[in-house]
Every structure is written in structure tokens, then in C-alpha cells.
């Protein structure tokens, strides 16, 4: 099984270009996530979704859109890149209930 | 609605103990805890439910009190390899959003 996949693993955009990250697994969990991961501040949820068709927002959602066509993919749009989406990303997936998160290899992205 | 971890930050010399605290403003269904090497993905150690249980992994313990609702991580004899950055992961319910808190960075010298 290859768990967690995300790409790209290093990505530099000028501001107000757009770009799509990509998060797949197979493992057939319902649940996925991504956060992003700033110096002091921990992991913040951006979006989650508790299955296909189903997507939400947490606690720092502005200036990211998220959709859940299938229970496979889960990827993350920035629409319009500003210099404060400078971070790493992670995207995460656990099944449902108590299951623990398995994660992405992480995504720095740096906005110029 | 993240948990605050303390402390931010935590210098030991090998077996030395420490013990990491994760605090939430709602109340909590579940904890876990994860540590994270430098440049990596979080890598999961333990999850504990609501009922206050304790649990432990090698040296590695935690307890989680729900009626204060806060998780508390303790390193016993630590050793370098425990080196990394430590988070909290809290859910209210099960299957509802998942939030890691601040995070506490451990540095483990010989």
C-alpha cells in the first residue's frame, strides 16, 4: 500500500497565481484533512471531509477551496497565492471512529 | 478551537524525564499524540479515549483527564531518539474535525 500520497514536495508560485495540490490514498478511509504547518503555530486545519461529496471548513479555510469527488482524492486549490500561504502542507486521512491519521510527505510551498 | 501545548520548548539531557501538557477549551472525545522529526510527517504514537485512561508505549506514557479536559505526555529516561516536535491531536466527537495543538519541540542532548 502507498498510504498517503501528495505532490508536488516543494513548489514556488508568484503571487496571485493559482495551483492545485494533490492528495490521493488508498486505504479507503473516509475521512481526509489538510493543514498547514507555520513556525509556533502547530498543525492548523484548513478543510476536512468525512467522505465523498462531503467537505468542510477549519479553522483557517480563507483563500483555499477543497472538493471530494471520490473517496481516493482530496485536493487542495489555492486560488489567488498571497506571501501568508508560505507554509508547509500536509494532507492526512483516517477512517472513521478512533483510527489514527496517516499523513502525506508534506508539501513547502513558498509564495514570492 | 486548537489545543495549547506547554511547554513551547524543552531541552533534556539523556535520561532526564519530561512531560508534555495539551489543554483544549471544548471537551474532548479522544486524544492522540504524534512526534514529528525535522523535514518529516507527524508519525503516530498513542490514542487515548474519554474515561481518563493512561496508556504507554516503551517509555512513553500519557494520560488524559477529561473532566479538565488535557492530555499530559511523559518521556521517562529519555533518549536521543525521542528528539522531535510533539503534538496533541483532539477530536469533540468521533468522526468530527480533527485539531493538533501547538506543538512542543523536545531536544534530547548527550
Known amino acids: 500500500n502507498a498510504g498517503v500520497t501528495q505532490t508536488p514536495k516543494f513548489q514556488v508560485l508568484k503571487t496571485g497565481q493559482s495551483m492545485t495540490l494533490q492528495c490521493a490514498q488508498d486505504m479507503n478511509h473516509e475521512y481526509m484533512s489538510w493543514y498547514r504547518q507555520d513556525p509556533g503555530m502547530g498543525l492548523r486545519l484548513i478543510h476536512y471531509s468525512v467522505g465523498a461529496g462531503i467537505t468542510d471548513q477549519g479553522e483557517v479555510p480563507n483563500g483555499y477551496n477543497v472538493s471530494r469527488s471520490t473517496t481516493e482524492d482530496f485536493p487542495l486549490r489555492l486560488l489567488s497565492a498571497a506571501p501568508s500561504q508560505t507554509s508547509v502542507y500536509f494532507c492526512a486521512s483516517r477512517p472513521w471512529g478512533q483510527g489514527m491519521c496517516f499523513f502525506g510527505q508534506g508539501t513547502r510551498l513558498t509564495v514570492v | 478551537q486548537q489545543p495549547v501545548q506547554s511547554p513551547q520548548a524543552v531541552i533534556l539531557r539523556e535520561g532526564e524525564d519530561a512531560v508534555i501538557n495539551c489543554s483544549s477549551s471544548?471537551?474532548?472525545?479522544?486524544v492522540h499524540w504524534y512526534r514529528q522529526k525535522h523535514g518529516e510527517a507527524p508519525v503516530f504514537l498513542m490514542i487515548?479515549?474519554?474515561?481518563?485512561e493512561q496508556k504507554g508505549h516503551e517509555k512513553i506514557s500519557a494520560s488524559f483527564n477529561e473532566k479538565k479536559q488535557q492530555s499530559s505526555l511523559y518521556l521517562t529516561a529519555s533518549q536521543l531518539s525521542y528528539s522531535g516536535t510533539y503534538f496533541c491531536g483532539t477530536e469533540i466527537n468521533t468522526g468530527n474535525q480533527f485539531y493538533f495543538g501547538t506543538g512542543t519541540s523536545l531536544t534530547v542532548i548527550p
Open positions: 471544548k471537551a474532548l472525545y479522544s
Open positions: 487515548l479515549l474519554k474515561g481518563g
